[in-house]
């Protein structure tokens, strides 16, 4: 027969019942994990008893606790009915291949899940993104997915209702994780969601009070960064991400520049982390390791951003050009100086030299190398003499910038630097004579 769920199991005294209130509760529930995890090691003893033990005493002792343990069982049954708990549960057995690839192929099981984007309960959204990414993680199903969420219109709604609205920082990152995954599998998703806001015009009214409000993915993003930004490192490497695959189409791109709010506020934003924020004068260099990720992302945004300037002229981001060259060389500085070796190696390094390739971090080290050499480089190509002249005084052009700059970006970028030093011999000649004393592959084509 059907049961009422039995309630939480019953405290031993006031010290308990505080627990229950903070770290020992399990997400919004009045579980206990404490009881919980005792329970599930007082099943597993069970399943594998010790060898040896006989006699009827102790028979009749364990028939006694398999009566208690039942009882406890029953109750650990009565907890997956919670909403929360049970999507958590799926998703833990979710990370076993073959289960996963049985909850994906059953549509009923997906369309479920998917509802449950439209709770108001965060630790159940939570575990439903994670859920979620855990599927879109797994290669042989993630197209099941991803056709399931393209098919399932609320799902973008849900998604950047939480982007913009919650609080919960552990919420938005993993939500965020979800829309990264999502774009990096299918660009035509995408292209959809960044669409699916360019249905209603930028400052268009809604008419009707009462009709579903028109997300749009850029705005919702970066309310998202926000809230993690000073928080979650991780998070807020995910969100720049998300802002920088939107970047790699078109649309992407306008749906950023082509509304003068959107376009402003992603500047402000992004040009604020990188300035004032990310690899200042006074962080050591090796601080560059933990921030080479989202640095490339944010640089790749803003450098996206800077080449629609010209046609897009609400944009206010021309007094942003000399504490962004400022940045940009201060991160090429700190990169040279992290990829230097010791002078003077340890003894146990000389004793046994280990050849290995390139790690991870040389991957991103390098991608942000990229990056900021091409960002620069454009840079310097819409400097006018009043930028440079404006540049030397305040020192972000000095000459040993200059050249630090020049080491990074010659020879690939040598007609960005010829034009840049043209532009810096009509305001002090001595310096331009200096910098290509320097680099005499400048001075060569000037």
Not at 106 to 125: F, M
Not at 206 to 224: G, K, R, T
Not at 254 to 283: K, M, Y
Not at 415 to 429: G, L, N, S
Request: aromatic share 6%; hydrophobic share 35%; glycine share 6%.
């Amino acid at each position: 027969m059907d049961r009422n769920p039995s309630p939480p199991p019953p405290s031993c005294g006031p010290e308990d019942e505080e627990d229950l209130g903070g770290g020992d509760r399990i997400g919004s529930t009045v579980y206990s994990k404490h009881w919980l995890f005792g329970v599930l090691s007082g099943l597993i003893q069970i399943v594998t008893p010790e060898s040896g033990t006989s006699g009827s005493a102790d028979e009749e002792e364990q028939a006694d606790l398999a009566e208690e343990m039942e009882n406890e069982i029953c109750r650990v049954w009565d907890m997956s009915m919670d909403e929360e708990i049970c999507v958590g549960i799926l998703g833990n057995m979710a990370c076993f291949r073959e289960i996963c690839e049985s909850i994906s192929k059953n549509e009923d099981h997906g369309q479920v899940l998917l509802q449950c984007l439209c709770d108001s309960d965060p630790p159940t959204l939570l575990e439903t993104c994670r859920l979620l990414l855990t599927c879109l993680s797994q290669t042989e199903v993630a197209s099941v997915w991803v056709r399931r969420i393209r098919e399932h219109p609320s799902v973008y709604a849900n998604v950047c209702f939480i982007m913009s609205s919650s609080t919960n920082v552990d919420l938005l990152v993993k939500v965020g994780e979800v829309v990264d995954k999502l774009f990096d599998l299918d660009e035509k998703l995408m292209l959809e969601w960044i669409r699916k806001g360019a249905t209603r015009l930028p400052g268009q009214p809604q008419e009707d009070s009462e009709e579903q409000p028109v997300f749009s993915i850029v705005p919702c993003v970066l309310e998202a960064a926000k809230q993690v930004r000073s928080e979650n490192l991780e998070g807020l490497d995910v969100y720049m991400r998300i802002l920088q695959l939107l970047t790699t189409v078109d649309d992407g791109v306008q749906a950023i520049v082509q509304c003068p709010d959107t376009g402003n506020d992603t500047w402000r934003l992004l040009f604020d982390l990188v300035c004032h924020e990310f690899c200042q004068p006074d962080d050591p260099p090796v601080t560059l390791q933990e921030q080479k990720t989202v640095l490339a992302s944010v640089f790749s945004v803003l450098s996206a951003i800077s080449a629609s300037r010209a046609e897009q002229e609400h944009l206010k981001i021309e007094e942003g050009d000399l504490p962004l060259i400022d940045s940009l060389i201060r991160v090429l500085q700190n990169m040279e100086h992290c990829q230097k070796k010791p002078e003077n190696p340890s003894e146990s390094d000389t004793e046994e030299p280990t050849i290995c390739g390139p790690t991870q971090d040389d991957f991103h080290m390098k991608i942000l190398k990229d990056i900021s050499c091409e960002f620069l480089s454009n840079i310097f190509q819409v400097l006018t003499k009043e930028k440079v002249a404006q540049g030397l005084k305040e020192g972000q052009l000095s000459k040993q910038k200059c050249s630090c700059a020049f080491q990074s970006l010659l020879p690939l970028y040598g007609p960005a630097v010829e034009d840049f030093v043209k532009v810096v011999r009509e305001v002090d000649e001595a310096l331009a004579d200096d910098l290509e004393d320097s680099f005499p592959s400048v001075k060569a084509q000037t």
